[in-house]
């Protein structure tokens, strides 16, 4: 998932402060990846089992992020950012 290795990575500085403003500019980038990254986070969010989730999560983000610092479970942090999303 490019938003948690590249936008939530360790330039993160460069997008924004905060996870809403991190999301808009990954949502710069167009229409088209909005849609996917809404579409992805929603199948994600199928998982019910947290454990399950974690992982799948950890292996996307590539030790480039984690949520905890944002005060975030990977659950709320994808709940949130699919909740930032445009329409």
Avoid: H
């Avoid at 996307?60 to 699919?82: D, H, I, K, M, Y």
Wanted: glycine share 6%.
């Amino acid at each position: 998932m490019s938003l948690t290795q590249t936008y939530f990575g360790q330039d993160r500085d460069l997008f924004g402060e905060t996870i809403e403003e991190v999301v808009q500019s990954y949502c710069d980038n167009g229409e088209n990846a909005t849609r996917w990254l809404k579409s992805e986070i929603t199948e994600m969010l199928k998982t019910e089992d947290d454990s399950e989730l974690i992982t799948r999560m950890e292996l996307l983000a590539e030790n480039q992020f984690t949520p905890e610092p944002w005060g975030e479970t990977w659950r709320s942090f994808l709940q949130r950012v699919l909740r930032t999303l445009p329409g």
